[in-house]
């Protein structure tokens, strides 16, 4: 009985303490609310108003896992992030029931099967492609489906090992970003692209201009198949890219050529290049310090801007057309930009695309220059859309990052992704275990490419690449679908002058 009773007083105390703890901690903050000037709520409720901000906090969370339905988050749905987990896993991706689409959302995709679609032994995988004919070293491509730009710096060491690994394993091409090419990915073979931004980092004097010396000794790497030069991207045009400075650590400082604990931002654009001519004059020149193919990603943001380009191309001739074109859409994605950009600048993808296809073949340039479609293609329908409307390649980043174990937190740009693939904090990283990762990186290319396949079986054709216009119907406003070709009839072949 004694001993109990020692334990209640002892509990007593406690409580008393914790109150008057409590206490002193309320009336502090209440002072601090009180005096401090840049918060106008808290100083009118002091301490109450500090809910406020905890609230907005804790609102993001209850929406994504408790209140949004499967198809309405943005930027992705849980639906697609759920169908890349699954991907991923190997696991089946079956659904039961029924769809939970909602297929009157105008500008939905939905595809024309045929009554007669050839047998599964008669179906072929889309076979490879061969990119820049003209280079010294031309890239045969073996797959439709690859990795889009993602810069060491903007992801981590254990990210990039993963998506390189899984690359080389899926058969794939992974876009090294405009941070340059790191140990990481030479690490596993797999097939790269270089992306040469604005800052050229990585091929770049001290002044920042490009180093032919540095550009040749990156192309002397076998595994480096191509060159792209980043004019804009979607999530930003106009924008040139920004690393932040605590995401800057010695090595990345060392492979972009750029200082330490400073924010690092790219021009925002190639300060060699005034003009359409001088573009074309930069892609010839990199092409031929490289002997590689070479060729643009940009975003647009209309057609009339873009067709003194090919007009350009036919007075020069072939040969001095670039040999790819990505084009990214308005909604992509990055690790920092202003939200008016990203909100409001630049073509969507599924306007894009289909246009700049018409322009290659009105100036008779399609069988010249490959078209790589970006912009939140993540799943099936997605690439199996972009290669009916004109896409020989489809590249995605934020499908990947799923595929990684991307939760969707949005702290791409802070230093404090808690799942390990945008921060270069240790500790962090250590949840990106790469032997585990890898396999769900190539276990989700290879899905994305069967069902692929699976769809354009089903609408009638052989494989992916035969997959054009007529094969899918777009809902419109007042609820019926037209045909793709209908709505982006192509347009008859021009020839060069």
């Known amino acids: 009985m004694e001993f109990v009773e020692r334990g209640l007083n002892f509990l007593g105390l406690l409580l008393v303490l914790g109150l008057m703890v409590a206490l002193v901690v309320a009336i502090t903050l209440f002072i601090i609310d009180r005096v401090q000037t840049r918060d106008a709520i808290r100083r009118n409720y002091p301490v109450l108003g500090r809910f ?48 939970t689409r909602n297929l009157e959302v105008v500008g939905t995709s939905i595809f024309v099967n045929s009554a ?18 003209g280079a010294r070293k031309p890239f045969e491509a073996p797959s439709f489906f690859n990795i889009s730009g993602m810069s060491y710096g903007a992801i981590s060491k254990p990210a990039v090992l993963a998506l390189a690994r899984g690359a080389k394993e899926a058969g794939i091409w992974m876009n090294t970003g405009e941070g340059g090419v790191s140990p990481y990915h030479l690490k596993s073979g797999c097939d790269l692209v270089y992306q040469i931004g604005t800052a050229k980092y990585g091929v770049r004097d001290v002044a920042g201009h490009l180093d032919d010396c540095k550009l040749a000794a990156i192309a002397a790497h076998d595994n480096i198949r191509m060159f792209e030069i980043k ?65 643009v990603k940009m975003c647009i943001g209309s057609v009339d801007g873009v067709r003194e380009f090919f007009s350009t191309i036919n007075a020069r001739g072939a040969d001095s057309a670039p040999d790819f074109i990505t084009i990214d859409g308005g909604e ?50 997605d690439v199996a859309w972009a290669l009916a409307a004109g896409a020989d390649f489809v590249t995605s980043a934020r499908g990947f990052m799923f595929a990684l174990g991307c939760i969707q937190a949005l702290k791409c740009n ?46 009638g054709v052989d494989g992916p690449r035969q997959l054009g216009r007529g094969h899918v119907r777009l809902v419109q406003p007042n609820g019926r679908s037209l045909r793709m070709n209908a709505l982006y009839p192509e347009p008859e072949h021009v020839s060069p002058t």
């Open 52 to 99: 406020r901000h905890l609230f907005t906090a804790l609102g993001e969370f209850f929406r994504q896992y408790f209140f949004a339905m499967d198809r309405e988050e943005l930027p992705f749905n849980r639906a697609q992030r759920d169908w890349i987990s699954r991907a991923a896993s190997g696991k089946g991706n079956t659904i039961a029931f029924g769809s």
């Open 116 to 133: 007669f679609p050839p047998l599964d032994e008669e179906a072929a995988p889309a076979g490879p492609l061969v990119i820049g004919p």
């Open 231 to 295: 004019l804009s991207q979607g999530a930003k045009p106009g924008k040139g890219g920004i690393l932040p400075a605590a995401k800057i650590t010695p090595e990345i400082a060392e492979i972009r050529g750029i200082p330490l604990n400073e924010t690092s931002y790219s021009p925002n654009r190639h300060t060699e290049v005034h003009n359409w001519d001088d573009l074309l004059d930069f892609i010839g020149h990199v092409r031929e310090v490289t002997g590689k193919p070479v060729g």
């Open 332 to 381: 992509g994605g990055t690790g920092a930009s202003p939200m008016p950009l990203m909100d409001l600048v630049g073509m969507p993808i599924r306007e894009a695309l289909p246009r700049m296809s018409d322009m290659l073949n009105e100036y008779g340039l399609r069988d010249r220059i490959r078209l790589i479609a970006s912009a939140k293609l993540v799943n099936p329908g």
């Open 414 to 459: 802070k230093n404090t992704c808690p799942t390990g693939i945008t921060t270069h904090d240790p500790r962090l990283q250590q949840g990106l275990v790469v032997e585990d990762k890898y396999r769900k990186v190539a276990n989700f290319a290879t899905s994305v490419i069967k069902e692929v396949e699976v769809i354009a079986h089903s609408v």
